[in-house]
Structure formats: C-alpha cells, structure tokens
C-alpha cells in the first residue's frame, strides 16, 4: 500500500532529466515566459535549436501553409519539400545529397552505418573502426552512446556497440594511429559543444584532414550543435578551409521542428541504395517545410553577418569583464557557441542568472554554455553583459 502512495507523487514521465524548476509556456525571439508570467531572456534557444528565435515568423507561416495540405506522407513517395530543402542543403554546402531523419542521434547513426558500408563497397572489409573522439558528445542511441567518448555516458549501459576507438581530442602526437588498417571513418565534433565548448586547432584539423584523404577514410563532422549558423557561417567546416566527406545536422535545421540529417559527397553517399537505410517520419512534409523555412531566413536576413560582429562585441565585452574577476579561467568558442570556463561550479552561476531573468546552460561541470539565437539584438547582448557583471559579483563574494 505504501508503495501505491509514494508512487502517486512519481511523474509518470521518466526522470531521465535534471528540469529546473520553470514552466516555460511562450517564447517569442530572444524570450521565454513561464507558468507565472515571468519573462526570461532565453540564451540558451533549446540547447542550440532555436537559433532564429523562438516563433518565428516565416517558418511559423510556412509550417501553417504546410499544416493544411499534407503533415505526413511516408518515403515511399516523392516529397516536393523534401526534395527542396535538399536542394537548398546540397547548394549552400560542400555535399552532393541527403538523407533526412528526425534527430542528431539519428543523423550519426546514418554516418555510422554509411561508413562501414562505404568501406566494404570499397573493398575493405577490414576496415569497420570509427575514431571518436575525448569529451566527444554524439548521441544517446546504442550506437551514438558508444561513439561518444565520455565515461558518464556509457556508465550502466555495458556491453557498447563495438567498433569505435577514442583518441584524445587536439593532440597532434595520437593522429598516427588513425591510419591503422582499421579504419573506416573519423567523426568529430569541430567545437566540441556537450563536451565544454573546446574548438579544434587549426593545425590538428588539417593534419587529421590529410591522413584521411591520402588514405580514403572518411572525415565525417557532425555539426548537430554549430551547424545552421550557429557559429557564424552556415557550417562550422567552412572556417577550417576543410570539405568534409560527411557531415550531420539536426538541433537548429527546424528551428524546433524535430528533424535531423545526414549530408554526404557522392562517393559514399552512393552506399545509401533502396533497403539499406530508411526512416519513418524523416524529411516528412512538415519537417522538411521547417527547414526549408529556417534555411531562407539564414540565407537573406543578413543573420550570419550579424553572429559573426555579436560574437565579437559580446567576447569583446566578456574579455573586458573578467580582467578583473578571479572566477573567469578561459572565455572559448566561435559565434554564438560560447563556453566561459569558471573556477567554480557553473550550476550557482546559472541559478544566479536565472534570478534576474536570463536562462544559460553548462556544459560539463565548470563550463558555462552561453548559445544566445542567432537574431538576439545589440540591446539584449548589452542586458546580458550587465547582468553578467552583477551576476559575476554575486556569485563571487559568495564562493571566494
Ligand atoms: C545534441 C547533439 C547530438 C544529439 O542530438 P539528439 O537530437 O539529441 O539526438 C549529437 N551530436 C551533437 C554534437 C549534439 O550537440
């Protein structure tokens, strides 16, 4: 009986998430308002998703246009917005064709799959390793879960999916044994976002990148997190001189439309045949009008001009903020991708800010994650920073 009663007082959703204590019920922009009317200025847009704001106004149109002819339709037949928001992916990268799914899990598990059948196509069989690598974040799937390289994520989830070997990010002296007979691809994340916002070295990058092309291992990126803008330009690899064979979207492609994606040049994409991969809902009518919507707003409104001059302003004014505060290790990242390294841990720093009204994230224990959308105003960047600097002085008579 007594267990009856405590079993009242359980959620009947799974507690599989750490909430805080908010009910968020509107957003529009740079804002979010709670249960209570209390208003939040959202610089963390859904973990990275929300990235033109929250509603906005021509995918709001273009999913309502949507919403009256056809939600879903399965793959077995043409999808004219499927087909569209290809198009515009394939025109606007370094790729040749997609395959849509619904998440990032997704997406890498399409990578996955891709390259182990691109190995043996090739005639490798023996080729069936993926290099991942330390702090790397990829999913929550069996497969993903294995390729991301952090301890807390396979805890209890023993025996992994085999076949992945972690090498330790931005270390030039590992990269010879990516060239090991074994493996099939490499999959990185270029600015480690789960992992506290570490960005890859130049100078790794193009070392890494030319082993894999002498010896026909596929670079796969994924770009879940600074992909759509995120960091400044529309993928992240366009600032590293670098054409990925492979690369995944999904957080920020549907402006919060679930849907995820696989991009990939010809040659391995011409693995994918009729059978060897498929997805229910993927690129549905719906999905794929939310991201067809989300590519022409960052396409024509000037938006990646603006990351890219927000993100120096706003890394301007932290720099200048911390010169004097003890609490402040590093200030990293690209765009509106930014990670502020602390002394202490990030949770009272993110209760702090979330009293005057401002919602950030952490990433890892001592990394706060600060991921403004991409639209946010001169003003709200300005609010931001002086609320930092209350927040800064609060947390610090505290905790030193
Ligand atoms: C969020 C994330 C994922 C997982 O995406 P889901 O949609 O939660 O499956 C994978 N890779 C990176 C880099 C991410 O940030």
Redesign the pocket.
């Known amino acids: 009986m007594s267990e009856t009663l405590i079993n009242q007082s359980v959620s009947p959703v799974m507690s599989t998430y750490q909430r805080f204590p908010i009910t968020l019920v509107k957003g529009k922009g740079s804002y979010v308002w709670d249960d209570a009317g209390r208003k939040f200025l959202d610089y963390t847009s859904g ?2 998703t929300c990235n033109l704001g929250h509603v906005p106004e021509h995918v709001r149109q273009k999913l309502r246009n949507q919403l009256d002819q056809l939600w879903h339709c399965s793959n077995l037949y043409e999808i004219p917005a499927q087909n569209e928001l290809a198009a515009l992916l394939v025109e606007h990268s370094c790729f040749d064709q997609v395959f849509f799914c619904n ?4 997406g ?1 598990e399409a990578a996955i799959k891709l390259a182990k059948k691109y190995a043996k196509d090739q005639g490798n069989p023996e080729r069936s390793e993926i290099i991942t690598f330390q702090q790397s ?4 799937t069996g497969t ?1 879960m294995a390729a991301t390289a952090q301890e807390k994520i396979h805890k209890g989830f023993t025996p992994l999916t085999p076949g992945f070997r972690y090498l330790p990010y931005n270390e030039m002296s590992f990269l010879d044994q990516v060239h090991n007979g074994k493996t099939a691809a490499v999959l990185l ?1 270029l600015i480690q ?2 992992g506290g916002v570490n960005k890859a070295e130049q100078e790794w990058i193009e070392t890494l990148y030319n082993i894999c092309k002498k010896e026909d291992i596929l670079f796969m990126v ?1 770009e ?2 600074t992909g759509m803008g995120r960091t400044g330009t529309l993928f992240a690899y366009e600032q590293f001189g670098i054409e990925p064979d492979v690369m ?1 979207l ?2 920020g492609l549907g402006s919060g439309f679930p849907i ?1 994606a696989m991009l990939a040049k010809t040659h391995p994409a011409a693995s994918f045949q009729p059978g060897t991969h498929g997805s229910t809902f993927g690129g549905n009518p719906l999905a794929a009008s939310a991201g067809i919507a989300t590519m022409e707003v960052l396409l024509r409104d000037g938006i990646l001009q603006q990351v890219h001059s927000s993100s120096l302003w706003l890394i301007d004014q932290l720099h200048t903020l911390i010169r004097e505060e003890e609490m402040v290790k590093e200030i990293r990242g690209l765009g509106m991708l930014i990670g502020i390294e602390l002394n202490i841990g990030a949770s009272a720093v993110i209760e702090a800010f979330r009293k005057k009204g401002v919602l950030v994230l952490s990433a890892g224990a001592n990394v706060l994650r600060i991921l403004p959308p991409l639209t946010t105003t001169k003003q709200e960047l300005e609010l931001f920073i002086q609320l930092f600097e209350e927040v800064i002085t609060e947390v610090e008579s505290v905790a030193l």
């Open positions: 973990i990275a998440s990032g899990a997704e890498n974040f990829h999913g929550r993903t994340e976002g789960e994924d879940v997190q995944t999904a957080k995820g």
